[in-house]
């Protein structure tokens, strides 16, 4: 295995850099964030065992219901938890080794969402 797609739901919008909200509403969201991020890395990996990456590529490609200007460095930051939590299945040693490709940005009404390609860099 080389490449691994997951597939998340758009992260609240307090876990955004931007975003005043409360600490705790904060740290309720990235904890559950976080866990669905694991639950969903773990699905698309199926029974086969994490790859344990030092380094990997990373490329996201976020859906919205509606279109409009979005800063696609604020939606990499927005993504913390959720890269921690793929991290936490094993996939990538630690996400400190993630390399972030450039974000895309798209519309779709009937099915917004988080797509992230994870592709493993070899040792060198």
Known sequence: MNELTITISLPDASLSPNSRSHWGKKARH?????GAAMLATK??????????WLKALCKVSAFYAVSRRRDTDNLIASLKSAFDGI??????????????????????????????????????
Do not use: Q
């Open 87 to 124: 991290a936490d299945t094993g996939v990538i040693s630690n996400d400190s080794g993630l390399v972030h490709l450039p974000a895309i940005i798209g519309k779709d009404t009937r099915n917004p969402r988080i797509v992230i390609t994870i592709t493993g860099i070899p040792h060198t």
């Open 43 to 52: 699905a698309a990996l199926g029974r086969t065992r994490p790859p344990g």
């Open 30 to 34: 990235t904890k559950a964030y976080r």
